[in-house]
């Protein structure tokens, strides 16, 4: 059938299938979307399509499919929809504009007539009514409707008509449950609707689900709504809209349903036979990767990042003025591969490249556990940090909910085990802080970052839409972030975090005493090396007394690395000590270790032996050059272990012993025999720890009285301005001491908090802590005379081990010698002290004798000639201490092996 010669012919492309009887006809483009005319077909009436309730207007209400309405509306879908067509318009409805005619299938009237087609299939109804006998063409209508009725087709059948009506879901009670009930398998439907260029409207098949699609990873230019009701576009949001309803309105597709964005909306990828449209919508420029969907993205969200960086490329549509955000990387730091020998709290490491390279990395766009800023909770949407307790100074590793456990998981997974590193960004130093170089790390084809958030023990920080400086796995992150979120681990629980109650005993000498018979009960204790400080100094935690100390390693002299000063500036490095250092970091920091705790020094520091993968620390130290063999280890069961050590470093002269040579035998030069006596007159001022004491020569007394009240004259008549003067380390000064509030001599030791210094009055040995308000300069006329009170040690004495009997001693010491006059003789020089023996003026008794008679000390046997006779005198008094059992004997004889249980030790 043809149209009448008269009637004007058209073309198009089939845009929509409205029902059984009207379509939507796109005409030419002409340089923006083309223009559209809805046709209605002439003298038939479809069934009417169903219709939801329309929330915006009051009373309105849902409608039902009539029969055979789907059935209808399917047929010119499949037949038109995407097709060229040919129409004829033979009138317009007054009022409502709409245009009725005669659609041919092709490019002229020579195609399928669809009015025909349709009422063939007995979809339609024909109105009879206004229709002319003499014209053929709608005769034919009438001869195919009563055909149709006679074979029983479509809605002419005499049964079926209930199953010819869709039972519609508008609406979805639970959207979560509704997209997790597919596990992410592709559904058949059917787009109805392009919103946007992302977002579409679509049944499901075969259960006719209504849904709201937005494309899962992507967002196209949107239309906005104005003040005055309009919508208005954003720049290229027509075109990407076209480019959607273009390929999709009313095609058969696969959607596969990844989320539930919120309300009815769901997230998803739409496939379609020639592909994705997300893919296609980012490599033409109409749309860009948005981070807060593609962690659901489930077909590749590779595939969509590089798409998007096509159009970038080419500056395509949106990106036509498109600039990187950062600066390429140079080719030959890209990747690498190293060993992991520390982890830096949760997001950090340092990895060894090659035998020298040590390298700070950090992992890309996570960020690890951090206690809350104030304010913080409504800064910004998503998961936020857990607020730790910041009312008393602590530890953040163990303060801080889950950043002990985020480095735990780094640190078991990754020390000492070689990683391959890609560097994805540089980011440049910021506020202070210096440039870091952010990675994607992988060992044995594992992610680390996306293992670690997939443990909810890190988040992933979100970026600007514009900036390009992120993760190269960027989307594996999010979608592991995901995981952890819908599983509630970790940051994400919303169970109380763990408590981590540390106890740090470094430096607590109470709480060391405390814990120290704990920890040699117990023999062997697993700990974790969290510090190292030198090559024989090392900090540690014991799960077991969840306690930090400071540990000392056993049996050996070890050179120390360089170290920071209390007041300012850096103590250099022994040789080798840097060596060292380097060695017991690389063998301990951050492993599984075992120690053997001994004993306590005075200052808290735990000793002991440690055992790192079955190797001894100190014989490892000792074997390497980088150690020495101490006297303290001759009673230990390493002792032979270490002196073979020692002999083989000697041999392959390595490090402290790369100058050593072997003694040949030399001719021994006999040393004086008598030794040399000059007593002089002494009065002692001031006693110290250990048996230290500060003397004054009585020869010098008047010089310094005449000395001392010189300076108080000059003070009282010029007196100095309170806060003019700020001592510094070492600054020789005038400080008031407080007992007397008199001008003295002194030297600065040390800063002791705001506005007070630690001094030491250089003419009695005395230190107290003074306010800085109470110091001068000293005037250089008082520099001349040298300091009055010099330091010394008795000679050939030792303080017992114990802390209590040391103490009785220095008591004893203390109230039998302060601001008496003695006779004082130099014996020998050790270390730049002078060790001397000290006679009562009056008896002419031996100090040191006396106390050793007592059993308050012990003799130091030296090997000296010319001390023999003292050390004899010194040991006889000895022996006549142990056989009155005085003091220290009191138990017996604890030098011997088997009184080791009385905890004395030489």
Not at 265 to 272: D, E, K, M, S, V
Not at 328 to 339: C, N, P, R, T
Request: with cysteine; net charge neutral.
């Amino acid at each position: 059938m043809t149209a009448p010669a008269s009637a004007a012919v058209h073309r198009g492309i089939v845009k929509q299938a409205l029902s059984g009887d009207a379509i939507i006809i796109r005409g030419q483009p002409r340089g923006g979307p083309p223009p559209e005319r809805t046709i209605c077909f002439s003298n038939i009436t479809a069934p009417r399509l169903a219709r939801r309730a329309n929330p915006n207007v009051e009373a309105s209400t849902e409608t039902k499919d009539e029969p055979y309405a789907w059935e209808a509306r399917e047929f010119l879908r499949k037949k038109l929809v995407g097709k060229e067509v040919a129409f004829t318009v033979e009138y317009k409805a007054p009022g409502s504009g709409r245009e009725y005619g005669v659609v041919y299938l092709g490019k002229d009237t020579t195609g399928e007539n669809m009015t025909e087609a349709i009422v063939n299939e007995g979809l339609v109804e024909v109105r009879r009514m206004g229709l002319r006998a003499d014209d053929e063409n709608q005769q034919r209508l009438v001869q195919a409707e009563d055909a149709a009725k006679a074979a029983g087709k479509g809605k002419w059948a005499s049964d079926g008509s209930e199953k010819a009506v869709r039972e519609i879901k508008w609406t979805i009670e639970n959207p979560r449950q509704f997209v997790d009930s597919f596990h992410q398998k592709p559904i058949d439907a059917i787009i109805e609707h392009v919103r946007d260029g992302c977002t579409v409207r679509a049944f499901l098949i075969p259960d006719f689900y209504y849904v709201t699609v937005m494309l899962s990873g992507i967002k196209c230019p949107m239309f906005k709504q104005a003040e005055s009701g309009s919508q208005v576009a954003e720049p290229f949001a027509e075109e990407a809209r076209f480019f959607t309803e273009s390929r999709l309105l009313q095609r058969d597709v696969q959607i596969i349903l990844e989320g539930a964005a919120s309300n009815q909306n769901l997230q998803g990828t739409i496939l379609h036979p020639n592909g994705n449209i997300a893919e296609a919508l980012l490599r033409e420029g109409f749309s860009r990767c948005v981070d807060w969907s593609m962690g659901v993205v489930s077909q590749g969200a590779d595939k969509l990042r590089a798409a998007e960086k096509i159009a970038k490329e080419k500056k395509l549509r949106i990106w036509k003025d498109y600039k990187p955000s950062g600066p390429a990387l140079d080719v030959k730091e890209k990747s690498f591969q190293g060993k992991v020998v520390e982890i830096v709290n949760g997001d950090g490491m340092v990895v060894k490249i090659g035998d020298t390279v040590y390298k700070k990395i950090f992992l890309a766009s996570i960020k690890p556990p951090r206690p809350a800023a104030e304010g913080a909770e409504n800064q910004a949407p998503g998961p936020q940090p857990i607020k730790a307790d910041t009312s008393k100074k602590g530890k953040p590793l163990y303060d801080i909910p889950y950043m002990f456990e985020a480095r735990e998981f780094l640190r078991k997974k990754l020390i000492g085990k070689k990683v391959n590193v890609e560097v994805d960004y540089i980011q440049p130093p910021n506020m202070g802080f210096p440039e870091k170089h952010c990675c994607t790390v992988t060992i044995g084809g594992i992610n680390v970052a996306e293992a670690l958030i997939s443990k909810g023990l890190a988040t992933v920080i979100r970026y600007r839409m514009d900036d390009d400086q992120r993760s190269a796995q960027y989307d594996l992150l999010l979608a592991a972030e995901a995981r952890a979120q819908k599983k509630g681990v970790g940051l994400h629980s919303k169970k109380e975090p763990p408590i981590h109650r540390v106890a740090d005993i470094a430096g607590d000498v109470p709480k060391a005493k405390q814990f120290l018979p704990f920890l040699q009960r117990a023999g062997r204790s697993e700990a974790t090396v969290e510090f190292v400080a030198s090559g024989s100094r090392l900090r540690l935690y014991i799960p077991r007394e969840t306690c930090l100390i400071t540990f000392l390693i056993s049996g050996i002299e070890c050179p120390r690395g360089s170290r920071p000063l209390p007041g300012g500036g850096t103590q250099p490095a022994d040789p080798f000590g840097e060596e060292a250092l380097v060695f017991t970091k690389e063998m301990c920091l951050q492993r599984e270790v075992e120690v053997e705790v001994e004993a306590i020094d005075k200052g808290g520091n735990f000793i002991g032996w440690l055992h790192v993968e079955g190797v001894n620390l100190s014989v490892a130290l000792v074997e390497n050059g980088l150690a020495k063999v101490h006297f303290t280890a001759e009673r230990s069961p390493h002792y032979k272990t270490l002196l073979n050590a020692e002999e083989r470093a000697k041999s392959a002269k390595k490090y402290i012993w790369s100058h050593h040579e072997e003694q040949s035998p030399v001719e021994v030069v006999e040393e004086p025999v008598e030794r040399i006596v000059n007593y002089k007159n002494i009065i002692i001022t001031e006693v110290g720890a250990d048996l230290h004491f500060y003397a004054q020569n009585v020869d010098n007394g008047p010089q310094l009285e005449k000395l001392m009240d010189q300076l108080r004259q000059d003070m009282e008549s010029d007196p100095p301005l309170p806060g003019s003067h700020t001592p510094k380390k070492g600054d020789l000064c005038a400080a008031k001491f407080s007992a007397d509030n008199q001008w003295y001599r002194a030297r600065v030791e040390k800063q002791e908090g705001p506005g007070k210094v630690l001094v030491r009055f250089i003419d009695y040995g005395n230190k107290e802590v003074v306010e800085t308000t109470k110091t001068a300069p000293l005037p250089p006329s008082f520099h001349s005379l040298s300091p009055q009170a010099q330091e010394y040690l008795l000679a050939c004495v030792t303080l017992p081990g114990d802390e209590d009997a040391k103490a009785e001693a220095e008591d004893w010491f203390y109230n039998d010698v302060i601001n008496k006059p003695f006779l004082l003789n130099v014996e020998y020089k050790s270390n730049g002290m002078d060790y001397v023996s000290l006679l009562f003026p009056d008896k002419k008794e031996d100090v040191a004798q006396v106390l050793i008679a007592g059993g308050w000390v012990l003799v130091e046997a030296r090997k000296e000639k010319r001390l023999a006779k003292i050390v004899s005198d010194y040991i006889k008094a000895q022996e006549s201490a142990k056989s009155k059992r005085l003091n220290l004997w009191r138990y017996g004889d604890f030098t011997e092996d088997e009184a080791k249980e009385f905890g004395y030790q030489r």
